[in-house]
């Protein structure tokens, strides 16, 4: 189970949200744009999912290579390392032709994108929280 | 310093991240999530740079980047590139992009790339402004983008507006007409008439009726009224050339007429008042000539306000190269030949040549190629003596030492020299009855050489001039000197 704020799990996975990568978007960013930036990617996650599920079902390597190179740049501007690092890998088995790797990667994308959605709008909820009080 | 940045990002939550760090660098920020969209918005506006993905739904970023060549928009693209895109970046830089960031990158590096981008570009707009205001290899009549040339250019521009009298100065052949054209061109006087009156082409008793005219019956022969150059000029510019040949009683004349603008035409009483503007020129040294007391200080100081020196042809670079294939081509047309080019060795020897008759004798060089060939190319072989003399002598008109007596030396080289017409000591006389060394005996071609190019240099490059003092045709001139091309050229084979 990937975690926020950590650097990975026991096994050296990589962490749900990387603590630093969060922490330099922030102060690039500032703290009243950060909001906003978290719940941008939060959207976009959510409307990735149907659209790279409909590309899994139809092992459409075209429309997985797509969706998942834009979800590996988001994620990785997010420090979301773990999606960031399985849509890289389901990216770069679409490049490589291999669609039995590149299918079963992005079912992994897929797994992880409700999971990385939900730590960024937590993180998003309590920026918010921090800004108001 | 605000700028206008186009961002084109199909990703939402990077384009607002992107935006973010450039708002917050103070830009105003349009985001596009489309090829066609970042495409259309250029149509409409032309930001101070693009962050361009160049992965996007629909139109890539590097057709994107084609169609923004192809139309030459002048907008400096900086693209976003992840790992593994290496082949895209290259592909992006071929087709102009100044730079690129790779994914993910945080603000500061997008700010340096994007400030320097906005930088270049307008480092290439002050260039190119300089380059349209300065650098230019054209104007008016002129051809010549060298460095001298275009301080003249700017010379021009800056004092044409003005009534203020130009004193050009420049050696024969230099294009000192053109200049005083030119300054007409570019003045508020440019509708008005040009008149030029070449002083050392008229007789001195008709000099002063030329530019003031005459009453019917001032002098014998004047059966009517005649307008002089002055009253033609009324409204615009009168120029006068070789003002050092004017004689001192006319010069007291023309004071008068440059401090008020009026003047009597020749016979008359009458005060005629005229609006002029004044340029005059001489290849000679005004202030010399003041020195000698052959032309007046009061007259010098009231013309020389605005002073213009047209550069010696030698001293142009490669504006030789320029105004050669200018005159190639016009007289290529002229003379219904094929000519398109120089040889680079052809092209060398024409930029070390003194041109001591500047422009002008290159014009009669090329025009003299011209007549006496039919070729696509100018070719070594085409070029007169006098050209390939330089390529192994220092100076032009100098006559190799060899074949001249040490009394010539002193003159050779010189056009004022008038001496320099009559060739080394004569062929004619016997070695036997004079002192003259057996070297010093020349073939009789290049006697005649001598004495024809040296009446050439006299008349400042003026083949038709020369050719009259001589009392010979012009294409004589022509014929000789392809002919000695040849010979001089078996006479370097023989040695």
């Not at chain 2, 050696?171 to 230099?174: I, P, V």
């Not at chain 2, 003259?436 to 073939?443: E, L, R, T």
């Given at each position: 189970m990937n975690t926020i704020?950590?650097?990975?799990?026991?096994?050296?996975a990589p962490a749900l949200i990387d603590d630093a990568a969060m922490a330099a978007l922030a102060a690039d960013v500032g703290a009243n744009s950060l909001v906003t930036v978290l719940m941008a990617f939060s959207d976009e996650l959510q409307r990735r999912v149907p659209v790279l599920q409909g590309a899994v079902d139809a092992s459409d390597l075209v429309a997985i290579a797509r969706e998942t190179h834009s979800i590996k740049g988001s994620a990785l501007t997010f420090g979301a390392a773990a999606l960031g690092a399985a849509a890289r890998r389901a990216n770069d088995a679409t490049r490589a032709g291999d669609s039995a790797v590149a299918l079963f990667n992005a079912r992994e994308v897929l797994a992880l994108m409700p999971e990385t959605r939900e730590a960024v709008a937590r993180l998003a909820a309590q920026t918010a929280e921090v800004q108001q009080s | 310093m605000t700028h206008e940045i186009l961002l084109v990002e199909d990703s939402t939550a990077q384009s607002a991240v992107y935006r973010s760090y450039l708002e917050a660098d103070g830009h105003h920020v349009h985001a596009v999530g489309s090829g066609e969209a970042a495409l259309d918005y250029l149509q409409r506006r032309q930001p101070a740079a693009m962050l361009l993905?160049?992965?996007?739904?629909?139109?890539?970023g590097l057709e994107v980047m084609s169609r923004i060549r192809e139309q030459g928009k002048a907008v400096p693209v900086v693209v976003i590139s992840d790992h593994g895109s290496t082949d895209n970046v290259v592909e992006a830089m071929r087709l102009g992009a100044v730079d690129f960031v790779t994914k993910p990158f945080g603000r500061s590096r997008l700010g340096v790339t994007v400030n320097n981008a906005i930088r270049q570009r307008e480092l290439a707009a002050i260039v190119e402004t300089y380059r349209d205001q300065f650098?230019?290899?054209?104007?008016h009549g002129f051809i010549g983008g060298s460095l001298p040339m275009q301080s003249l250019y700017r010379i021009i521009e800056s004092a044409a507006p003005s009534k203020a009298t130009v004193f050009i100065t420049g050696?024969?052949?230099?294009g000192k007409e053109l200049c005083a054209a030119a300054i007409h061109s570019q003045?508020?006087?440019?509708?008005g008439p040009f008149v030029a009156v070449n002083c050392a082409a008229l007789p001195r008793d008709l000099m002063e009726s030329e530019i003031f005219g005459h009453v019917k019956g001032?002098?014998?022969?004047?059966?009517r009224q005649r307008e002089g150059a002055a009253s033609l000029a009324d409204g615009g510019t009168l120029f006068l050339d070789?003002?050092?040949?004017?004689?001192l009683d006319l010069q007291s004349k023309l004071l008068r007429f440059v401090q008020t603008g009026q003047f009597q035409r020749v016979g008359s009483g009458e005060t005629i008042s005229v609006d002029v503007r004044i340029v005059c020129a001489t290849n000679r040294d005004p202030l010399e000539m003041v020195r000698q007391g052959r032309f007046r200080e009061d007259l010098y100081y009231r013309l020389h306000v605005v002073p213009m020196q047209i550069p010696p042809l030698r001293e142009r670079g490669d504006d030789v190269l320029l105004i050669a294939r200018s005159f190639l081509a016009r007289y290529s047309l002229e003379e219904g030949k094929q000519f398109e080019g120089f040889t680079p060795e052809c092209e060398q020897l024409l930029s070390r040549h003194?041109?001591?008759?500047n422009v002008r004798e290159l014009e009669n060089v090329v025009r003299n190629i011209v007549v006496l060939n039919d070729e696509p190319v100018v070719t070594?072989?085409?070029?007169?003596p006098v050209v390939l003399q330089d390529s192994s002598q220092p100076?032009?008109?100098?006559?190799?030492a060899a074949t001249v007596p040490e009394a010539d030396a002193t003159v050779?080289?010189?056009?004022?020299?008038?001496?320099?017409?009559m060739p080394a000591?004569?062929?004619?006389?016997?070695p036997s009855r004079c002192a003259?060394?057996?070297?010093?005996?020349?073939?009789l071609w290049k006697v005649e050489r001598d004495a024809i190019e040296s009446a050439i240099a006299f008349y400042d490059g003026n083949v038709p001039r020369a050719a009259a003092a001589l009392e010979i045709s012009p294409s004589t001139i022509y014929r000789k000197r392809q002919s000695w091309s040849g010979a001089a050229q078996l006479e370097r084979e023989s040695a």
């Open positions: 704020g950590t650097k990975g799990s026991d096994f050296g | 993905d160049l992965q996007l739904p629909g139109i890539q650098a230019r290899d054209r104007f050696e024969s052949g230099t003045s508020r006087r440019s509708d001032a002098f014998t022969g004047a059966h070789e003002i050092g040949e004017m004689d003194r041109w001591s008759g070594v072989r085409m070029l007169p100076t032009v008109a100098a006559t190799p050779a080289g010189r056009p004022e020299a008038r001496s320099v017409f000591e004569s062929p004619a006389v016997s003259v060394p057996a070297q010093a005996v020349v073939p």
